[in-house]
């Protein structure tokens, strides 16, 4: 299985089980990563987070802290699986297959590139129009119907450029992984 596969199958319920433990109507335990006297390990369907000891993660991560193992062998342990490699493949064979994934892993960083580009080009024409409307107010006399125009449209330019910012943002928090 692979680790999607093993997400899928497990729940944070069933890994609590393993090890007998039960959450209270809240979905708290006591944390067993620390000694407390009040639950404070909050258990959400796919994940766990300790409010006493800041400790959080996934099935995996409760398997090793709870056994003291590494992630392979929590993998292991979850009846995970990896995919066998061909002994009888050349090492040329080999060393493409690794070019392969790598190629394939720069097109995929590619592609996020293109789209966060394509955001900040959004993003450019939004403040561009947001100007323009502004600059409208500024120059067109008061309620004229120009001004009105401008008036009416000011807003929605802000706004749009406030989603894309945020957009933005995500995008590049995401990739330099915070």
């Given at each position: 299985?692979?680790?999607?596969?093993?997400?899928?199958?497990?729940?944070?319920?069933?890994?609590?089980?393993?090890?007998?433990?039960?959450?209270?109507?809240?979905?708290?335990?006591?944390?067993?990563?620390?000694?407390?006297?009040?639950?404070?390990?909050?258990?959400?369907?796919?994940?766990?987070?300790?409010?006493?000891?800041?400790?959080?993660?996934?099935?995996?991560?409760?398997?090793?802290?709870?056994?003291?193992?590494?992630?392979?062998?929590?993998?292991?342990?979850?009846?995970?699986?990896?995919?066998?490699?061909?002994?009888?493949?050349?090492?040329?064979?080999?060393?493409?297959?690794?070019?392969?994934?790598?190629?394939?892993?720069d097109q995929r960083q590619k592609e996020k590139s293109i789209d966060l580009s394509e955001k900040k080009r959004q993003l450019h024409i939004a403040a561009m129009?947001?100007?323009?409307?502004?600059?409208?107010?500024?120059?067109?006399?008061?309620?004229?119907?120009?001004?009105?125009?401008?008036?009416?449209?000011?807003?929605?330019?802000?706004?749009?450029?406030?989603?894309?910012?945020?957009?933005?943002?995500?995008?590049?928090?995401?990739?330099i992984g915070q």
């Open positions: 299985m692979t680790k999607e596969e093993i997400k899928q199958s497990y729940s944070m319920t069933d890994i609590l089980n393993r090890y007998g433990l039960r959450p209270n109507r809240a979905g708290f335990i006591c944390c067993p990563f620390h000694k407390e006297k009040t639950a404070s390990l909050k258990i959400y369907p796919d994940s766990f987070y300790c409010f006493g000891c800041g400790l959080n993660g996934d099935i995996f991560t409760f398997v090793q802290k709870m056994e003291g193992i590494s992630f392979v062998d929590a993998f292991k342990e979850l009846g995970g699986t990896f995919p066998k490699q061909d002994r009888n493949q050349s090492y040329v064979d080999r060393m493409r297959s690794v070019r392969d994934r790598a190629i394939l892993a129009w947001a100007g323009m409307y502004r600059e409208g107010m500024k120059t067109f006399e008061p309620f004229s119907d120009n001004w009105c125009f401008c008036a009416n449209n000011l807003e929605p330019a802000f706004y749009r450029l406030e989603m894309l910012i945020d957009e933005v943002w995500k995008e590049v928090k995401r990739e």
